[in-house]
RNA sequence: GGCGCCGUCGCCAAGAGGUAAGGCAGAGGUCUGCAAAACCUCCACCCCCGGUUCAAAUCCGGGCGGCGCCUCCA
């Protein structure tokens, strides 16, 4: 497939470098807080990446996406909410795998948190790896990345440090630093913070620094540098990125990463969604305001992964109702009866299947992908008008919407929440019975009256010659 | 101040030199006890101004507008 390079500026073709396995690492979440759909805005086009990559291009992958469950802010939440760090870690990283499977997500290989033991020992030996080869100094207990023993910093960002604005912001670091650019890579011990030693690696007292999780992570999870894909949300590419480039390379000598993936910004009211500016929306938000997780995951889809989208209630809702013209396709496919094969149907489903491929190689366009479905779903409900589908068809056009959905995971995930409706499967069924009696009779006041009342309670009904079917509103 | 991205129908969104996919919403019709679903028909010359070209929404230049990054950030 093509995929645009970070470190490039421009889209190349990819292939795995090795054994037919993609190696990737994904900067997963500082578990100080409940992800937003901001947040997971990367993981869901990541995962969607991820799935192209198993199911069209037939590579195998294995991938690694991180918990960072300690810096400032970790630190500071379990100190104000009296807990201990792990155990205020751990809450935030069960509500990370419930979104996760919410939203649909792949299991992904490793999922490591950087306080495991033999992650700090792998982020020592690179901290390590670095001293000996000259990339570091200490400063008050703390060891620091130092930036102008590397050439080539800057390669991804390509910042011009000539014009930076002369005190746009001040470093949140409180750590003494030779130059403002270099950064910590192991920070000395302080009160009430916890701390690990690795004497053996002559690695002091203290807590490593944000970037380095990763660097080390990634190394030790995924194998020799290069690995094939770094991904991430694009605020990540400065500093974080970059300075992971410097001390993998400073550490190996070789290059980190083969390709960089970046996911544009969810932005809500013309604003990104962030945290710090307290904008942002949760998947229980979400559920709360009467939207499904497969909406939010359709929202995400709607839109390429590089550029800003726009999140707004409304876009949500529409993505709802798309979502169901989707499996209301499915749905009448039940009522095909006809034994057979129409000719027209299969040039259509074939022609959807290679446009929707095509899309998604081409740089994971997911909203042209889309396209292509909904082209095949109006081909769809034409022929069913028109009686021009045999159930062999209808085979054939369940099987393009399963593999297409094996990459979007979209349908899938409607049909999990469909097995829990809002009413009880028995009392619906039941209540359809009672309708039917009702319209039998011809009292169509009873018979609406128990439909307006399952709609107030989230269950549509909707009539056709073969029976009453339901479902979720 | 430096760097980058973006501006396509009422809303969302593909397309990146050959005459505008798709979704939502809307109008009219068919079907239905009524709905719903579905189908049919209708609904855009692509922010503005110049330029290149036989041909530009797509390339170049200049405006205008929005967003982001420049050490908390997915």
Redo the contacts with the bound molecule.
Sequence with gaps: MRLYNTLT?GEEPFAPSADNTVRMY?????V??R?????????VCLDVLRRTLKYLCGYRVRQVMNF?DV???TINGAQKAGMDLRAYTDQYIAAFREDMRALGLEEIEEMPRATDEPNLRAMANMVAALERNGHTYRSDGSIYFK?STMPGYGKL??????????G??????NYAKE?????VLWKGPREGEPSWEFADAGVPAGRPG??IECSAMALRLLGEAPIDVH??????????HE?EIAQSEGATGKPFSRFWV???????D????????GN?YTIPDVVAKGFRPSAVRY?LL?????????F?W??L?????????LT??L??LDLVTAPGSHPNLAPQIARARE?FAA?LR??L???????????L??????A???GDVGLDDVAAIREAFDDVDRVLGVLSLRRVEDECPPVPVDEIERFIEE?HA??RR?D??A??RI?DDLAARGV??????TG?RW?RK
């Design positions: 500026r994904t900067c997963g979440l500082t100080y807080a992800g937003h759909i901001g947040n997971f805005r990367t993981f960072t810096d400032d802010r930036i960002a390509r910042l011009d440090h000539q014009g930076m604005k002369p746009a912001r001040v470093d949140s670091d130059d403002a650019r270099d950064f944000w970037h991904a991430g949300g694009i605020d990540l590419v400065f500093p974080h300075n970046h996911v544009e910004y969810l932005i809500v013309e604003q990104k969604m962030s945290k710090s500016l942002t929202l709607s839109a390429h992964y590089r550029k800003q989208l726009n707004t409304e876009s809702g529409s993505a709802e109702k798309a979502l169901q013209r209301d396709c749905a009448r446009a899309a081409d740089d366009n997911t909203a042209a992908a889309l396209g292509a479905v909904f082209e779903v109006s081909a769809v409900n034409a069913i008008d028109t309708r009702a319209r011809r169509f006041a018979a609406d439909r549509l009904l909707e009539d056709s010659p009453t479902k």
